[in-house]
């Protein structure tokens, strides 16, 4: 009883109520903040975890108190929490500490009745990664004016729209970026870093291979983001139309072999992308405003070839059509 009392006060809801309702965005952000104590503690059994719970880690399916449960020892300053009271989703995404060593950690969690029955966790340890998102800080905490805001599905229809642009890559899609669009890949800026000093910023038109001097729009209308052959088990896991705010977890496929070789839009031959096939796991935020992308932040973990999430089917895995999930 005391447990469940803690529980119910740390969501801010009765005991009484608690088996009934909804779990609202203070809610989420609680679960979220249990979520992290609970693995500091190396204790499920703080949660208010279903009894059929699914937990998976890096895409493995795991039983709650290993993996990370056994690690994790603290957390790190940056926190980005994507809550999605409409779909009984919260996305996490954030610096932690994991045996005195940094690493980041993003999390989605499905809640119903106030029990945890889904937990899909992305571990990746980077301490490099960690201390970038830790320095630059964005979390996206501020609203969208009500008659500014999107519909949910609007939204994932135009972040859906970053991935499709990057596969198609033919730099002649539709990419709806802001102009002042950024994006942190493990803890680094890939877009719009400074020209170092001595050298020539390369210019899009002409360049060989594709530059992190660039903006968003220049790289996507270079037409030289050819390595990412598929971007597939496209997961829209948390969508929150008051803040813009798209979450998602996808993989990038890199096929390598006769796909380095392709053509620029200008009509060149450029060979170029990693020589070897393999496949990044992803977790995927985006802030949107006025209908654009603005900043975009991922973390990202090298997995076997092909590998699936866990939580798809194996044609599911293999597609790049969107999924939101709940919806």
């Not at 609680?30 to 279903?50: F, I, K, Q, T």
């Not at 993003?106 to 490099?128: F, P, S, W, Y």
Request: glycine share 10%.
């Amino acid at each position: 009883m005391k447990k469940t009392m803690l529980i119910a006060a740390t969501l801010g809801c009765s005991v009484a109520a608690a088996g009934a309702a909804t779990c609202d965005r203070d809610c989420m952000t609680g679960m979220v903040d249990l979520y992290l104590d609970a693995n500091v503690a190396h204790d499920p059994s703080r949660l208010p975890l279903s009894s059929h719970v699914k937990f998976t880690e890096n895409g493995q399916h795991l039983q709650p108190g290993e993996g990370l449960w056994r690690t994790m020892s603290g957390r790190g300053t940056y926190r980005l929490v994507v809550s999605d009271p409409a779909a009984g989703r919260v996305a996490f995404f954030g610096s932690i500490v994991e045996d005195q060593a940094p690493a980041m950690l993003a999390l989605q969690m499905k809640i119903v009745d106030r029990k945890i029955t889904e937990v899909e966790t992305l571990v990746q340890r980077d301490g490099k990664s960690a201390a970038g998102f830790d320095k630059i800080g964005f979390a996206w905490t501020g609203e969208i004016p009500k008659d500014e805001r999107l519909p949910r599905a609007d939204l994932v229809r135009i972040a859906n729209m970053y991935f499709s642009g990057m596969q198609m890559n033919d730099g002649k899609g539709e990419y709806p970026f802001a102009d002042d669009c950024n994006r942190i890949e493990n803890g680094g800026f890939t877009t719009n870093q400074p020209t170092p000093e001595g050298q020539t910023r390369p210019d899009p038109q002409t360049a060989s291979m594709y530059s992190g001097q660039w903006s968003c729009m220049e790289q996507f209308k270079s037409g030289l983001l050819h390595f990412v052959s598929r971007i597939r088990d496209r997961r829209y896991v948390a969508v929150d139309p008051e803040r813009g705010l798209v979450f998602s977890f996808i993989f990038f496929d890199h096929d390598a072999g006769n796909t380095r070789t392709f053509k620029v839009p200008d009509g060149r031959a450029v060979t170029a992308g990693p020589k070897q096939p393999w496949t990044w796991e992803l977790a995927e935020a985006f802030k949107l405003e006025h209908g654009k992308i603005r900043q975009i932040q991922a973390i990202m973990e090298r997995a076997p070839f092909g590998m699936n999430s866990g939580w798809s089917t194996w044609e599911q895995g293999r597609s790049d059509a969107a999924r939101y999930l709940d919806h």
